[in-house]
C-alpha cells in the first residue's frame, strides 16, 4: 500500500503548475481546431484519462480507500460520450490489504456511462491556465474487473477531475476516484488521484 500511495500523491490541480511542461503538452494538441473554453458542454464527447500517466506532470496511478483500510489503485485510458451515455475503455487495478498485501489484480474494461456532471475547462483550481480542452468533472461509470482468466466483477468507477472554467470545483469535488464492488467492498474514499477529460 505503501508503495502505491507514492506513485499516486499528487492532485491534478498542484501538479499543472509546471508552466513549460504545460506548454509542451498544449502544442501536442494543435489540432486545427480546438474549442474555447467556454464551448466545451457536458454533451460533448471526451477522452478518459485516470491515473494514467496521460501527459507529464501528471502522476499515476489513483488510489482509493475503503472503510476496513483496505485500497484500490486504478490506471484506465478510454473515452465516454456525455450526450449519448456511452463509455468504452480499458486499465489495470490492484487490491491490497491494509498492510499492503496485494489481494488481487487484474484487467478491467468500462462498459458504460451512468452520469456525467461536467465542471468547465481550462483551468485548475489555483487559476492555472491549462490547454482549453483539458476539462473536469464527475464522471460515474460501470465497469466489469478481470482478476483472473474467465472472472468478471461488475463495479461503479466514480471519476473526478478538479478542472474548471475558471472558478472553484463544485463543493466537495475532489481529485481522485471512488471504486464500489456492490456487495463486496466500497472504496468511497480518495486516497489520491491525477485525472483529466480531454474534450474532442
Known sequence: MEAALELGGA???KLVRVGVTLAMVASSFALLS????????SKNVFDLHVGDNFAPPLADPDVAKAANGETTSVRVTGVFDAAAKTASGSGTFEHRAPDGTLLNSGTLTITGLTAFQFFGCGFTPDGDQLPPNFCGGRAILTMVAHPAPGVNVNAILTVTC??????????G??????????????????????NVFVEH
Open 173 to 194: 469535488m475532489h481529485e481522485g476516484i471512488h471504486v464500489n464492488v456492490p456487495s463486496h467492498v466500497n472504496f468511497n474514499k480518495s486516497v489520491s488521484g491525477s
Open 162 to 171: 478538479e478542472l474548471t472554467d475558471g472558478g472553484p470545483p463544485p463543493p
Open 11 to 13: 492532485t491534478m490541480g
Open 34 to 41: 480546438i474549442p474555447t473554453a467556454g464551448a466545451a458542454t
